[in-house]
T-cell receptor, first 115, second 111 residues
Framework: KAGVTQTPRYLIKTRGQQVTLSCSPISGHRSVSWYQQTPGQGLQFLFEYFSETQRNKGNFPGRFSGRQFSNSRSEMNVSTLELGDSALYLC??????????????FGPGTRLTVL | DQQVKQNSPSLSVQEGRISILNCDYTNSMFDYFLWYKKYPAEGPTFLISISSIKDKNEDGRFTVFLNKSAKHLSLHIVPSQPGDSAVYFCAASAPDDKIIFGKGTRLHILP
């Protein structure tokens, strides 16, 4: 069974630009969550989608948005990039929604650098 | 506010000895706890979990202990091996809610 895939793996953008990251979950998984990892901050929750609906959202500004398609693939968009958005963005999928006693499986992440 | 805290940023343990990683939480609604391991340039991988109805769960060399009254959990690795050198994240969730992660503890296994 293929794991969670994320594209692109690396991305360099400049301040003010916008970016779209993609995540393909494990086949059959309907929940996709996004996290931001920065040095010393651990994994900070961005949002979770289940069956194309946003279930939960973290404390990030409205510049961060996402969506999920009918095949469970998910995209995350960040508009008007700031230097502080430089981070590793991780996507995780699970069979059932988060908070229902099932573990999440993570992709390798997309390393975003904002110059 | 940090609901899941890993107060030790790093830990060094001799190969073959026991590694004990600690985690504290503040939200009494958390009922499911997980540990993940992360190598550089890779996503976290799931290690072991425990629900709040248990106080111990074991899987091979990994054992997680949960002390609900103290809002504390720990991960024991016995015996520690070189491949265990990684960053370990503690995570928790309340029913139907997001999973919240701690900041991680870097474990170094010394030869």
């Amino acid at each position: 069974k293929a794991g969670v895939t994320q594209t692109p793996r690396y991305l360099i953008k400049t301040r003010g630009q916008q970016v779209t990251l993609s995540c393909s979950p494990i086949s059959g998984h309907r929940s996709v969550s996004w996290y931001q990892q920065t040095p010393g901050q651990g994994l900070q929750f961005l949002f979770e989608y289940f069956s194309e609906t946003q279930r939960n959202k973290g404390n990030f500004p409205g510049r961060f948005s996402g969506r999920q398609f009918s095949n469970s693939r998910s995209e995350m968009n960040v508009s008007t990039l700031e230097l502080g958005d430089s981070a590793l963005y991780l996507c995780a999928s699970s069979l059932n929604p988060a908070g229902t006693y099932n573990e999440q499986f993570f992709g390798p992440g997309t390393r975003l650098t904002v110059l | 506010d940090q609901q899941v805290k890993q107060n030790s940023p790093s830990l060094s343990v001799q190969e073959g000895r026991i590694s004990i990683l600690n985690c504290d939480y503040t939200n009494s609604m958390f009922d499911y706890f997980l540990w993940y391991k992360k190598y550089p340039a890779e996503g976290p991988t799931f290690l072991i979990s425990i629900s709040s109805i248990k106080d111990k769960n074991e899987d091979g060399r990994f054992t997680v202990f949960l002390n609900k009254s103290a809002k504390h959990l720990s991960l024991h690795i016995v015996p520690s091996q070189p491949g265990d050198s990684a960053v370990y994240f503690c995570a928790a969730s309340a029913p139907d809610d997001k999973i919240i992660f701690g900041k991680g503890t870097r474990l170094h296994i010394l030869p």
